[in-house]
């Protein structure tokens, strides 16, 4: 197949400055495998810029040598990527984040989440903003924080760094009405 690199990726401006690809390619239920590799190395040359791996998907090794097989710049390739609870807490994410480096073999995160509201947040959120500092990770964000205003406030209200990005989960069981209809009454404004 040939390569065809000209796809015109729509790009979404975060709150700290940086552009993200607003569309990518999510890697939740693909194995750690050469198929994984071979599928995402295809996809980047196709175009694609952005890929959403989590540690929890257990295939960082393969998203990682994808990035680096698909002769694609690492700096032209949009990395997201979440931590799971168990790896909530100050000094204990620090070690997440670079064991996730090392796995994945870059030197950068572009996007990293907390994925759920659970253990030590709080903590954890602070060893992320240290790791925008230290250029391990562009921008932090949280992910599923909207189950009630009292989790987003003790999270939100205690951050140097505020989130970059905001994921929700949303599809039929998970129908997000609120928020979907605060995002259309904002764009109608």
């Given at each position: 197949?040939?390569?065809?690199?000209?796809?015109?990726?729509?790009?979404?401006?975060?709150?700290n400055g940086i552009?993200?690809?607003?569309?990518?390619?999510?890697?939740?239920?693909?194995?750690?495998?050469?198929?994984?590799?071979?599928?995402?190395?295809?996809?980047?040359?196709?175009?694609?810029?952005?890929?959403?791996?989590?540690?929890?998907?257990?295939?960082?090794?393969?998203?990682?040598?994808?990035?680096?097989?698909?002769?694609?710049?690492?700096?032209?390739?949009?990395?997201?990527?979440?931590?799971?609870?168990?790896?909530?807490?100050?000094?204990?994410?620090?070690?997440?984040?670079?064991e996730m480096l090392?796995?994945?073999?870059?030197?950068?995160?572009?996007?990293?989440?907390?994925?759920?509201?659970?253990?030590?947040?709080k903590g954890a959120?602070?060893?992320?903003?240290?790791?925008?500092?230290?250029?391990?990770?562009?921008?932090?964000?949280?992910?599923?924080?909207?189950?009630?205003?009292?989790?987003?406030?003790?999270?939100?209200?205690?951050?140097?760094?505020?989130?970059?990005?905001?994921?929700?989960?949303?599809?039929?069981?998970?129908?997000?009405?609120?928020?979907?209809?605060?995002?259309?009454?904002?764009?109608?404004?």
């Amino acid at each position: 197949m040939a390569d065809t690199t000209n796809l015109t990726m729509p790009m979404l401006k975060l709150n700290n400055g940086i552009e993200m690809p607003q569309f990518g390619i999510g890697t939740f239920t693909l194995p750690d495998n050469e198929t994984t590799v071979k599928l995402l190395v295809q996809a980047l040359k196709r175009g694609y810029r952005h890929i959403d791996t989590a540690h929890a998907y257990r295939n960082e090794e393969s998203v990682g040598k994808a990035i680096r097989e698909s002769g694609v710049p690492r700096e032209e390739i949009w990395l997201t990527s979440k931590l799971w609870p168990n790896e909530y807490g100050e000094g204990k994410t620090a070690k997440a984040i670079d064991e996730m480096l090392q796995r994945l073999g870059v030197d950068y995160i572009d996007l990293l989440y907390l994925h759920q509201p659970v253990g030590d947040y709080k903590g954890a959120w602070h060893d992320l903003e240290k790791a925008v500092s230290k250029g391990k990770v562009r921008s932090i964000g949280i992910s599923n924080f909207d189950y009630n205003d009292r989790v987003f406030s003790d999270i939100v209200d205690s951050m140097k760094i505020k989130p970059a990005a905001m994921q929700i989960e949303c599809h039929p069981y998970a129908q997000r009405i609120l928020a979907r209809k605060a995002k259309t009454a904002q764009h109608s404004a």
